[in-house]
């Protein structure tokens, strides 16, 4: 068996203790939590009413409003931080290396929040309302996709 080698050259997080990784650091060595009160949504009628949310992210600041609206929050958060990453790293992409480099994104469930306010819009209003980017902003493989798109990465 032949072992690969991976070098990490560059870091980027969006995290409950912070949106980049000096603040997400600072977090950890402060021995802070990240864990809440639930803001997203109303938690009142349900047992749990905590979680680890991100906080204070602005996605337009990073992508631009065209952008932004048409990412669902996974895909901001993945595309934020593969940009810090790839600033960390020094690594410039251009046409001589854009073949050679690509885009690997685990996901568990991808665009969940997109999928749920597209069946709220098709209960509520009908399928006039449902946005025509619901499939490609909900799908998992849309994060790595994305991040591929903004970065010009084809490898």
Do not use: Y
């Not at 990412?71 to 790293?89: I, K, N």
């Not at 006039?128 to 991040?147: C, E, K, R, Y």
Request: glycine letters at 16%; charged letters at 20%; one cysteine or more.
């Amino acid at each position: 068996m032949s072992r690969v080698r991976v070098v990490v050259t560059g870091v980027g997080c969006i995290s409950p203790l912070g949106n980049n990784v000096d603040t997400t650091w600072q977090g950890i060595l402060a021995g802070k939590s990240g864990v809440g009160r639930i803001t997203h949504f109303d938690p009142t009628s349900f047992k749990t009413r905590f979680a680890a949310e991100v906080k204070g992210f602005d996605a337009e600041s990073h992508l631009g409003r065209r952008d932004a609206r048409r990412m669902d929050r996974f895909t901001q958060f993945a595309v934020v931080a593969v940009g810090e990453a790839l600033s960390d790293s020094g690594l410039e992409i251009d046409d001589g290396n854009r073949g050679r480099v690509g885009v690997i994104l685990g996901t568990g469930i991808g665009g969940l929040g997109t999928l749920l306010k597209g069946a709220e819009a098709l209960a509520e209003r009908g399928p006039h309302w449902v946005s025509p980017f619901l499939i490609p902003m909900m799908l998992p493989d849309t994060g790595a996709g994305q991040v591929a798109i903004h970065f010009g990465l084809r490898g």
